[in-house]
C-alpha cells in the first residue's frame, strides 16, 4: 500500500523505506546521555543506518511516586541540544502536556505523543500545530482501528507529518501482547507505521513499584514486524541495561545493536524485494 514518506534529517520512515529510533528511556545524566548517543551516532555512520535519538526528559507516567523521572524539560532539552551538537543526530522525545510542546519543538525534531496520551484531543493539537513531525504511540487500551481519530485531530492542523506507533495491547494484569494485525491496519490510512519493539515486551506494573519486561524477546519480535512491512522500528537501548534507571528489564544492549540493525534489514530486503513475473 503506498504510504506517505516523513524526512527527518536523514532518516526516511515510508515508501519502502526502514529507519529507527532508538536510545535511553529517560535522560539519567548528561554523561550517560551523551556516551549513549554518541555510541549510537558511530554505530550509525559504521553501519549506514537511518537514525533518530530519542531520550525523554520526564517519565510521567512512573507506576510509583518514588519512580526516577528525569531532570526535567529544562535541563532535559539542554542536554538534548548538546546532544544534537555532538553527533549531528535529529532528536525525538515525548511531552506530557500543552505547555510543554512550545518547549520542546524549539529543540527537537519530532514530538512524540505518549501512549497513554493518545486520545488528549488538546495534546494532539498542539502538537501537530507545533510544525514538526509528529509521532503518535497506540495506546495499550486501544483497538488499531480507533487510531484513526487520534490520527484525523492531527491532520485538522493541516500537519500530515504523522507518524503511528504500535507498542502492544494490556493482555490480562501485568502482561502486553503485540497483534501484527494491528501494524498493516494503521497501515491502510496511508501514514508511516512504526513498531516499539522493547516498550512491547515490557510487564507493565509487574516489578515492586516499577514495569519488568522481558527484554531479551524485544529482537525477534522487531523481526516480525519487519517482515509484517512496518517503515520504521524503536528500541530503548543502554550500555548497561541492568543499570537503567527506567524501563531497564525491557532495554536491548547497545553492544548488539549492530548486528539487530544488520537483521532487520536483510530482513527489510527481502520483504521490499521485487516480484518475479
Known sequence: MKCRKVRIGKAVFGGGKLAMIAGPCVIESRAICLRIARRLAAIAA?????????????????????????????????ILREVREKTGLPLLTDVHSVAEVEQAAAVVDVIQIPAFLCRQTDLLLAAGNSGKPVN?????????????????????????????????NSFGYNNLVVDMRNLL??????????????????????GAGCSGGDGHWAPALARAAVATGVDGVFVETHITPQKALSDSANMIPLRIFPGFWRQLAVIHAAVHRPKER
Open 185 to 206: 491496519i494503521m497501515r491502510e490510512w496511508g501514514y508511516p507505521v512504526i513498531f516499539d519493539a522493547t516498550h512491547s515486551v515490557q510487564r507493565p506494573g509487574a
Open 136 to 168: 503518535i504511540k497506540k495506546g495499550q487500551f486501544m483497538a488499531a482501528a480507533d487510531m484513526e481519530y487520534a490520527l484525523k485531530k492531527v491532520e485538522t492542523t493541516g500537519n500530515r507529518d504523522v507518524m503511528l506507533t504500535e507498542r502492544g
Open 46 to 78: 559504521e553501519e549506514n543506518i537511518p537514525l533518530i535519538f530519542k531520550a525523554s526528559y520526564d517519565k510521567a507516567n512512573r507506576s510509583s511516586v518514588s519512580g526516577f523521572r528525569g531532570p526535567g524539560i529544562v535541563q532535559g532539552l539542554d
